[in-house]
């Protein structure tokens, strides 16, 4: 880590310069995403690696208030915004079979990072990492930024160190489940109603509208809204460290009763992948390489031992309701990676029936994450 922000080339109080610097960095790690290694390492990996560049370079500062400020309101917006599609009754309907693996996942996600965290030491993070890589791992990147934020956990490095362990590990999980999906002896034994994967999904959908100014003034308008409500009722409730929680109920509400009318505003998740965005910028800016260097070999172990607990439960609880291969991976895939690479996978693999079930599952993910995470806090924590 640097060792003072007030050396950097862009000082710490000047907020615009930074906010300029962060942007910048948002662009470049997109644009990178798109390029061979930007596909295999993703853009947000890219951002970060940058970002911890400029700040061991003394160009950026390892703290300022503008980091804040991003903490503070864009990571509940971003939630808020990813959440507005997060209508229950369609993720109810269209999640059909994939729904009960992904929960038979989804609990052994939960299992895992309780057993991990009893038979490794993490350090004095332990809670905090327990509950982070929990909710990522049942939702996403949104809600590892989520529940950080619920329960304190603001220490640039360690988040870093996380980030980076998740996107390595994450990115190889995905390989395996992508090769399981040919195994002859995986398909084979659980094959049931296998012949029905490949009829066609329906009508296709519109091709995608580009948000218009009324579309992202509506969607941020309405994002607020759920944010305002959720701090002020968890502040009633005497919860105000775990707001996001309360957020996510007002949001998933809204979602939920005005499903119709949501479904035509454009651009919600555009908006929230550019908060998401900056918020890793930010973490690299204050990561510390050498912590991060000493902490990734037991994060590393038990990131392993998540995703072994995780096939475990699935397996077994396929067994039980007889799911079959092409459901398992694609509820695998919703937890681990989300909703986009469940989807690519259906399509890859022609499994299109489940292409609607792959979004619906994902959505669930993003839905329950924040709950998962602070849950398994408070079980962890000492």
């Known amino acids: 880590m640097t060792p003072t922000s007030a050396t950097s080339l862009v000082p710490a109080d000047n907020a615009f310069a930074l906010l300029a610097v962060l942007f910048l960095l948002t662009a470049v790690g997109a644009a990178l995403e798109k390029t061979g290694i930007g596909k295999r390492v993703s853009g947000v990996m890219l951002v970060i690696a940058i970002a911890i560049a400029l700040a061991q370079f003394d160009i950026i500062p390892s703290s300022a208030p503008v980091y804040d ?18 209508d229950l009754v369609s993720i109810v309907v269209d999640g059909g079979r994939t729904l009960v693996a992904f929960l038979f996942g989804a609990v052994g996600v939960v299992a895992g990072a309780w057993l991990g965290a009893r038979l490794l030491d993490l350090g004095p993070f332990e809670a905090e990492y327990a509950a982070v890589f929990s909710a990522t791992y049942v939702g996403g990147s949104l809600n590892f930024a989520a529940v950080a934020e619920a329960v304190g956990f603001r220490d640039p490095t360690a988040l870093a160190t996380g ?77 105000p460290a775990y707001a996001i929680l309360y957020i996510t109920l007002a949001m998933v509400a809204i979602a939920t009763l005005g499903s119709r009318w949501l479904k035509s505003i454009a651009g919600p998740e555009l908006a929230a992948t550019l908060f998401m965005y900056l918020f890793f910028a930010m973490l690299g800016a204050g990561a510390d390489l050498g912590a991060m260097w000493g902490a990734a070999p037991a994060l590393f172990v038990y990131v392993l031992v998540i995703f072994a607990v995780h096939i475990v439960f699935l397996l077994v609880g396929a067994r039980i309701c ?11 895939t919703a937890c681990i990676g989300g909703p986009p690479i469940a989807i690519a996978f259906a399509v890859l693999f022609g499994w299109r029936r489940l292409a609607v079930a792959a979004v619906a599952t994902g959505v669930l993910g993003y839905v329950l994450g924040n709950f998962v995470g602070i849950g398994v806090y408070e079980v962890v924590a000492p």
């Open 322 to 332: 007889r799911l079959n291969h092409a459901e398992i991976v694609i509820a695998s």
């Open 69 to 86: 400020v991003i903490w503070t309101y864009l990571v509940p917006l971003a939630i808020a915004l990813f959440l507005l599609r997060a």
């Open 163 to 239: 980030v980076a362990i998740d996107n390595v590990l994450g990115l190889g999980y995905l390989l395996l489940a992508g090769a399981a999906a040919t195994w002859s002896v995986f398909r084979s034994r659980f094959a049931w109603r296998a012949e029905l994967l490949t009829g066609a999904v329906g009508d296709a959908d519109d091709a995608a509208r580009v948000p218009t100014v009324i579309d992202l003034a509506l969607a941020l308008g309405l994002a607020t809204l759920a944010c305002a409500a959720g701090i002020e009722l968890a502040a009633r409730l005497g919860q």
